[in-house]
């Protein structure tokens, strides 16, 4: 089971903690599920006898078979891939717009 984020009392600590760029990720990328929903999930997944499910989408899509059958998986997986892509570019781009700028030998700054 691969739960997303779940609004409980540690989650609502961590949003008070956690850097900014992740909040920003974060924010993109999923919906916060109840406890409840979460569970369900985790039930539903269960009895279903899947061996590995999530209760959001993205992470869903991304396990070995997410739906079970053989052509519909490699054409998510196809789709994944190319998404995971452009997902790791934006991500890179994001944590970079967080980092102070790093000093090398063309711009460091010169000594008096």
């Known amino acids: 089971y691969f739960p997303g984020s779940i609004l409980t009392p540690g989650f609502q600590s961590e949003l008070e903690d956690r850097p900014a ?3 920003r990720i974060e924010s993109t990328c999923s919906d916060a599920s109840t406890p409840e929903a979460a569970a ?3 039930l539903a997944g ?3 006898g899947t061996r590995e ?3 959001e989408l993205l992470p ?3 396990v070995d078979e997410p ?3 053989l052509h519909i998986d490699i054409l998510i ?9 452009g997902w790791d570019f934006y991500l890179d781009i994001a944590a970079r717009s967080y ?3 790093r000093e090398t030998p063309l711009n460091k700054p010169k000594s008096a």
């Open 99 to 101: 980092l102070p700028p």
């Open 46 to 48: 269960v009895k279903a």
């Open 53 to 55: 499910f999530s209760n």
């Open 21 to 23: 760029v992740t909040d």
């Open 60 to 62: 869903h899509l991304t």
């Open 40 to 42: 369900k999930a985790l």
């Open 67 to 69: 739906t079970g059958c």
């Open 77 to 85: 997986a196809v789709v994944v891939a190319i998404f995971k892509v």
